[in-house]
């Protein structure tokens, strides 16, 4: 028989009256859980006092080992970023299966992914892991590994704005400077602006904005939201 490093099996054996192992036991089955391949030999005798013997080799085949490394540990709520978590396999009888879990809290449950990667975008902060199988059977759990959401930034505010005014003459070159968010931690603030208030590019506080060829009465709208 086979098994797993730190598993058991059972040897059994039969014909006999009374038996005795190698192991020194006298039944006619017996648990083994060897770390090496072992020979487990058996003495059988019957009523008539005659006997034989038999040899069983139990092959011990190495578990396999995971390691986990990830892009980030931390994501924006919200946002658009993503944690890839990868498993790297070693050891035991490749190739290797995999099975991410989640914590919910109470027990760990299945995510679906079954590749080397999880790309993790939680909502909440949470514990993921691995459970790696080799062509044996014989399977592996990773340590867990948490990714942490950290909260947007609540309430930026405009700091300067300059022409300081609602209304500019064409060609009137704009800027503005923002109070950035609070509580966003690792998370910082996400600038842009329109002029047509449908497509958006991305802004550099304190960059000049040019209106030289904007027709007149289009309006620049200019936001800071949460990254």
Same mark, same amino acid.
Do not use: M
């Given at each position: 028989? #086979? ?14 009256? +009374? ?7 006298? &039944? !006619? ?11 487990? =030999? ?9 006997? +034989? ?5 139990? %092959? ?19 946002? +658009? ?7 790297? *396999?070693? $050891?035991?009888? $490749?190739?290797? %299966? ?8 109470? $027990? ?6 079954? &590749?080397?990667?999880?790309? /993790? ?5 949470? #514990?993921?892991?691995?459970?790696? +199988? ?8 990773? !340590? ?25 003459? /064409?060609? =009137?070159?704009?800027? *503005? ?23 958006? $590019? ?26």
């Amino acid at each position: 028989p #086979e098994i797993c490093n730190g598993f058991s099996t059972q040897i059994v054996s039969g014909g006999g009256t +009374s038996y005795v192992w190698s192991t020194g036991a006298t &039944t !006619s089955t017996i648990s083994v859980s060897p770390t090496s391949n072992t020979n487990y =030999t058996v003495t059988g005798t019957d009523a008539n006092g005659c006997q +034989s013997q038999a040899t069983s080799t139990v %092959t011990v085949n190495p578990n396999p080992q995971v390691s986990l490394n990830s892009s980030s540990s931390t994501i924006c709520a919200g946002g +658009s970023g993503t944690n890839n978590i990868i498993a790297t *396999a070693s $050891s035991g009888t $490749s190739t290797y %299966t995999y099975q991410w879990q989640y914590w919910n809290g109470t $027990s760990w449950l299945n995510t679906g992914t079954n &590749t080397n990667t999880l790309n /993790a975008t939680p909502t909440v902060t949470r #514990e993921y892991r691995v459970i790696v +199988s080799d062509v044996k059977g014989c399977q592996v759990t990773s !340590s867990s590994h948490t990714v942490t959401v950290v909260p947007d930034p609540i309430n930026p505010t405009l700091n300067t704005k300059t022409p300081n005014q609602t209304d500019v003459c /064409a060609g =009137t070159n704009l800027s *503005a400077t923002f109070n950035p968010g609070t509580d966003g931690v690792s998370c910082g603030d996400v600038y842009q602006f329109s002029t047509n208030g449908t497509t958006w $590019s991305t802004y550099t506080p304190g960059n000049t904005i040019s209106t030289s060829s904007l027709t007149q009465g289009t309006t620049v709208h200019l936001i800071v939201t949460g990254k």
